[in-house]
T-cell receptor, first 114, second 113 residues
Framework: AQSVTQPDIHITVSEGASLELRCNYSYGATPYLFWYVQSPGQGLQLLLKYFSGDTLVQGIKGFEAEFKRSQSSFNLRKPSVHWSDAAEYFCAVVRTSGTYKYIFGTGTRLKVLA | DGGITQSPKYLFRKEGQNVTLSCEQNLNHDAMYWYRQDPGQGLRLIYY???????QKGDIAEGYSVSREKKESFPLTVTSAQKNPTAFYLC????????????FGPGTRLTVT
């Protein structure tokens, strides 16, 4: 069955430090991949998406992600974290064959230290 | 500005009562979705609607009902049959059924005691 794994439930980084959030997926074909961010008590906002082509995708707020088929990963990165980046981050995959379906990971909560 | 509105932000109900959560969008999107979010479990799909007057069950539809009488509106009713209704509920939409970018509302936190 298709699945998305975010192995880190919580991550704490200092402001200005680099960030990498991990996402691994299980899907036979080429998936459509997404990263969303959720501020406390709010809805989700799309950060970036990968459908095909260049495996390094740029998103909003200075985030980027790299699709690695050999590792079934789609990790999210940011070179320098700002205090306002503290939020929960969700990786998601869309199954593009059969019944269309979004599968979300369980999320990684990011804390930023001043 | 176009977007999705969910109301109210917080909702409190007694056990045994049905409650309806509102979701309205002015994006002119065809498809709409309801998700339930619980801590540590990500988002789980309750119901979705590809087009007005049509809707389908998602992964956890038991104890919930929906309607889609207007393109812009997709209300969710949490019935007394839902065993654990306390959760954060998110409504989303896509331009059409074949679009993959979802737009989310701000959510409604439902507490049932």
């Amino acid at each position: 069955a298709q699945s998305v794994t975010q192995p880190d439930i919580h991550i704490t980084v200092s402001e200005g430090a680099s960030l990498e959030l991990r996402c691994n997926y299980s899907y036979g074909a080429t998936p459509y991949l997404f990263w969303y961010v959720q501020s406390p008590g709010q809805g989700l906002q799309l950060l970036l998406k990968y459908f095909s082509g260049d495996t390094l995708v740029q998103g909003i707020k200075g985030f980027e992600a790299e699709f690695k088929r050999s590792q079934s990963s789609f990790n999210l990165r940011k070179p320098s974290v700002h205090w306002s980046d503290a939020a929960e981050y969700f990786c998601a995959v869309v199954r593009t064959s059969g019944t269309y379906k979004y599968i979300f990971g369980t999320g990684t909560r990011l804390k930023v230290l001043a | 500005d176009g977007g999705i509105t969910q109301s109210p932000k917080y909702l409190f109900r007694k056990e045994g009562q049905n409650v309806t959560l509102s979701c309205e969008q002015n994006l002119n999107h065809d498809a709409m979705y309801w998700y339930r979010q619980d801590p540590g479990q990500g988002l789980r799909l309750i119901y979705y609607s590809q087009i007005v007057n049509d809707f389908q069950k998602g992964d956890i539809a038991e104890g919930y009902s929906v309607s889609r009488e207007k393109k812009e509106s997709f209300p969710l009713t949490v019935t007394s049959a839902q065993k654990n209704p306390t959760a954060f509920y998110l409504c989303a939409s896509t331009r059409d059924w074949h679009s993959y970018e979802q737009y989310f509302g701000p959510g409604t936190r439902l507490t049932v005691t």
